[in-house]
């Protein structure tokens, strides 16, 4: 090979090598910046407003099916923490921080209906720590995380309960429970209605306030789901979201909805989450979470409900467009304020309810 080969080839060589270089170099400054975001909550410094694409949707990662191109980042499981409770004994149920505005009035209200135990919705099926039933009761629970056996011990009966299984015993006397006692995260968890009846007591439900009441002993002790706390409601017409905490009106937010029929009405609910989450283009191109070209914004609450046009995920999510709040022009998504999404994403749970609708809201007495 003659010298002026050799060195075409060498600059050749130094070119593909950069070339490779570079592409590390972008790779990794993308993986810094996602996880920068994924702990800190907060976008990068440079962020500034930008216009995207005059269409907003974003298709959803679902389990077991279908195919995607939209993952969130941080996106979190049904299963949440335990509650804590201050001096008043009211639950802070809020998932993030201390909740805010939006988390003090939904404590406000929990307040009124106290005593209040959290319990976990599954499968339309409430249910409770039973631990937690026990002591407020003035009873016992004997078990431990593995254990076959259970026994509750109340002031007129002994409970044996077999986690797994509808058989039960009370005072020795066989008994077949209308749902199965479960252990969860290490803890036995007890369907209400089941519940109730090795208590020997009918339960009072609520439809409205979402919240089981029990009468024992003297005693009223009040059983709410986590995921059924807030309800959610938005008008299509209004550009409207209103937040209800056991079925009262407590905080409202201005949105962006679907152009159209983009938006579609009828009951979901909430069925993921995520910070700063990333986003597909229509055409394919992936856009980092806290891009400023990025048009999902802040936080991102994915619905089951689907796009009528693309059937991607309709979720509720930040914008970097925040001229749009209260017009009638994105791809079928409900945008917010970053601020407002911020908010909602700190206090929401996955399977929270969701209506949406064309109507204007109506607010409980209003005329």
Not at 162 to 184: C, D, F, H, R, Y
Not at 277 to 299: C, D, F, H, Q, V
């Amino acid at each position: 090979m003659g010298n002026d080969s050799l060195a075409t080839f060498r600059k050749v060589l130094w070119l593909i090598v950069a070339a490779v270089a570079l592409v590390f170099v972008v790779q990794a400054a993308d993986l810094w910046a996602l996880q920068a975001l994924s702990l800190n909550g907060k976008p990068p410094a440079q962020q500034a407003t930008h216009s995207p694409p005059s269409e907003v949707g974003a298709s959803l990662a679902t389990t077991g099916s279908g195919s995607s191109t939209y993952l969130p980042v941080a996106e979190e499981a049904a299963g949440k923490p335990s509650a804590s409770t201050d001096a008043s004994g009211v639950p802070n149920f809020a998932l993030v921080g201390d909740g805010g505005e939006l988390g003090e009035k939904a404590r406000a209200v929990v307040a009124k209906s106290m005593p209040v135990v959290l319990g976990t919705r599954t499968d339309d099926v409430v249910y409770v720590n039973l631990a937690e039933v026990a002591r407020r009761f003035e009873g016992e629970l004997r078990w431990q995380a593995g254990t076959a056996q259970a026994l509750l011990i109340t002031q007129d009966s002994v409970i044996r309960l077999i986690p797994g299984s509808k058989q039960a015993e009370v005072n020795l006397t066989p008994m077949q429970l209308s749902a199965v006692p479960a252990e969860i995260n290490g803890k036995l968890m007890m369907p209400v209605r089941a519940l109730c009846q090795v208590l020997g007591t009918e339960p009072k439900w609520s439809q409205k306030r979402r919240i089981f009441s029990i009468e024992k002993d003297d005693r009223v002790l009040n059983i709410v789901a986590r995921q059924d706390i807030f309800q959610l409601e938005v008008s299509r017409s209004q550009r409207r979201l209103q937040v209800y905490v056991l079925g009262e009106p407590v905080k409202s937010y201005a949105m962006c909805v679907g152009r159209g029929n983009n938006t579609p009405v009828g009951h979901f609910y909430i069925q993921r989450r995520a910070v700063w989450p990333p986003w597909t283009t229509y055409e394919g191109k992936y856009i980092p979470g806290g891009s400023r070209r990025n048009p999902l914004g802040a936080r991102w609450l994915g619905t089951s409900a689907r796009g009528r046009e693309r059937g991607w995920a309709i979720g509720m999510h930040g914008t970097n467009q925040p001229s749009s709040i209260g017009r009638r022009i994105s791809g079928g998504c409900l945008r917010m304020y970053n601020k407002n999404a911020i908010e909602l994403y700190n206090n929401i749970p996955i399977g929270t309810p969701v209506w949406i609708h064309e109507e204007p809201i109506v607010l409980p007495g209003a005329h």
